[in-house]
């Protein structure tokens, strides 16, 4: 089956055409959606849409995790980061915990501003 969805090709194109660092700024992108979107299941007491984003934003962290490239001492700290968030993201699924929620949520912006700013200082030198 053809997917016709013209939104969905435009994504498609966008994800083929990428470069390695703007594939790293779209998973950031990527997990703070699901977690919004999780918390504002969490809030409306909708379950399965909650664990559903959850599980979601946990394979972005998984994906992360499993493409460091570990010649970097630095890979280290991150890979024990994702680790951190994982397991309270695993946490936070189990109770819908809305502050664990934010904390990862917050990590993730974080993440994703810093990768913004190196971006930028790449592209100037």
């Not at 053809?2 to 660092?21: F, G």
């Not at 918390?39 to 934003?57: F, G, N």
Request: negative net charge; hydrophobic residues 45%; aromatic residues 8%.
């Amino acid at each position: 089956m053809v997917n016709t969805n013209p939104y969905n090709k435009m994504l498609e194109d966008k994800i083929m055409t990428a470069t390695q660092e703007e594939l790293t700024l779209m998973l950031y992108e990527g997990g703070i959606k699901f977690l919004n979107r999780a918390i504002m299941a969490a809030e409306k007491k909708d379950v399965t849409t909650a664990h559903a984003m959850i599980l979601k934003t946990q394979d972005v962290v998984r994906e992360f995790q499993l493409t460091l490239d570990h010649q970097y001492a630095i890979s280290k700290e991150f890979d024990a980061l994702y680790d951190y968030m994982h397991r309270r993201l695993v946490e936070a699924n189990l109770r819908k915990d809305l502050e664990i929620l934010n904390e990862v949520l917050d990590m993730f912006r974080e993440f994703r501003d810093t990768w913004k700013e190196a971006m930028k200082l790449a592209k100037a030198t």
